[in-house]
């Protein structure tokens, strides 16, 4: 009898004592990491950012932000019968004129084209105090939903909503803004990462490198990695007076048709980390990986074969056109984007 009553105790007391001995890793992990990871998070890491120039005949627009900031942007309207309406998303630094070199097929193929730069880059308001770094943050979404307010109250506006491409920081946003307004009707994005999901891998090789106890860190679940990644970003979050946007869960709200792309050879946002988050879309999506391309350059190693799945994606989703009427890619059938699985694939 007195065995039985033991063993019940100790079946009770077993999750007491995981709980507290996970605490006592958690608090250990914090003390003793915490600013190294505080301090990497902050660091801005080493892109090629574009520029573009600007283009004649193009629409120069000032729009304000929902707190009144004046926001530049570019409307550039295609030669052809207008198929539809895309906002462009720029990577973290670059101007809103570089644009073009991801958009000018699908000008040539006729939709418009508006690109703007969120406050606090290219010729935009600044927001006193604010210096944005490569994550996401309420700002950048708030300037992004009223970049969507602007379009969906222009004179010549579709009524039927509009298509989103995003590169990196801008396809974050663009995700982000999307999750929360129907007008957004499909979304490419390229480069796109997670917060957390993007931390808690790097995590892993930074504590690694500072302790070699593979009990303290090797064994040790997402979620733990998660929760620590949170209380730094909340730090960060009171130091700077700012509020990072977590992408991860807002994904489950995107029902709506999702193309990402991602080099196969970015070593600052590794492929799993993007199929991470790509796994957690809800809607009809396809996930393409460039072989070989650094972060934000697939686009310069996939050539035609980038821009006609990205035209191809957005007269099915957007234009409404079937993809038979899409023209063919070099010699071989261009395969269109795979609504019925998550499917990885890769240039013909």
């Known amino acids: 009898m007195n065995c039985l009553w033991i063993g019940i105790a100790v079946l009770f007391s077993l999750p007491i004592f995981v709980g507290l001995a996970l605490t006592g890793v958690y608090l250990y992990v914090r003390l003793n990491f915490i600013e190294n990871v505080l301090?990497?998070?902050?660091?801005?890491?080493?892109?090629?950012?574009?520029?573009?120039?600007?283009?004649?005949?193009?629409?120069?627009?000032?729009?304000?932000?929902?707190?009144?900031?004046?926001?530049?942007?570019?409307?550039l309207k295609t030669d052809q019968p207008r198929k539809g309406v895309i906002l462009f998303g720029l990577e973290f630094g670059s101007n809103r004129w570089s644009c073009q070199s991801y958009c000018e097929p699908l000008l040539q193929s006729g939709y418009d084209i508006f690109a703007f730069e969120p406050r606090n880059q290219g010729d935009s308001e600044g927001m006193e105090g604010y210096e944005p770094l490569q994550w996401l943050t309420s700002h950048e979404y708030a300037d992004t939903q009223a970049a969507i307010n602007y379009l969906k109250n222009r004179p010549d506006a579709d009524p039927k909503g509009i298509g989103l491409f995003g590169i990196s920081k801008g396809a974050n946003a663009g995700l982000m803004a999307a999750s929360r307004n129907r007008y957004?009707?499909?979304?490419?994005?390229?480069?796109a990462f997670g917060?957390?999901?993007?931390?808690?891998p790097y995590m892993r090789k930074w504590i690694a490198l500072y302790n070699d106890n593979y009990l303290t860190h090797g064994l040790l679940p997402y979620w733990f990695y998660a929760l620590v990644a949170?209380?730094?970003i909340h730090k960060v979050e009171r130091a700077r007076g700012v509020k990072f946007m977590h992408i991860e869960p807002?994904?489950?709200?995107i029902k709506r048709p999702l193309l990402m792309i991602h080099g196969g050879g970015d070593t600052y946002i590794k492929v799993d980390m993007a199929k991470e988050l790509f796994r957690r879309a809800a809607g009809?999506?396809?996930?393409?990986?460039?072989?070989?391309?650094?972060?934000?350059?697939?686009?310069?190693?996939?050539?035609?074969?980038y821009s006609n799945r990205v035209?191809?994606?957005?007269?099915?989703?957007?234009?409404?056109?079937?993809?038979?009427?899409?023209a063919a890619v070099d010699s071989g059938e261009f395969e269109p984007v795979n609504l019925s699985e998550s499917a990885v694939v890769a240039p013909a």
């Open 39 to 75: 301090r990497i998070f902050q660091e801005r890491p080493l892109f090629v950012i574009p520029r573009g120039e600007t283009r004649i005949g193009a629409e120069d627009v000032e729009f304000e932000s929902a707190d009144g900031l004046r926001l530049h942007g570019c409307y």
């Open 184 to 191: 957004v009707r499909c979304i490419v994005t390229d480069g």
């Open 195 to 200: 917060t957390c999901s993007t931390m808690v």
């Open 230 to 232: 949170k209380a730094c």
């Open 250 to 253: 807002a994904m489950g709200r």
């Open 284 to 305: 009809p999506k396809s996930f393409w990986v460039v072989p070989n391309a650094k972060h934000n350059q697939a686009i310069n190693l996939a050539g035609e074969d």
């Open 311 to 326: 035209t191809c994606f957005f007269d099915l989703h957007l234009a409404g056109i079937e993809p038979a009427t899409v």
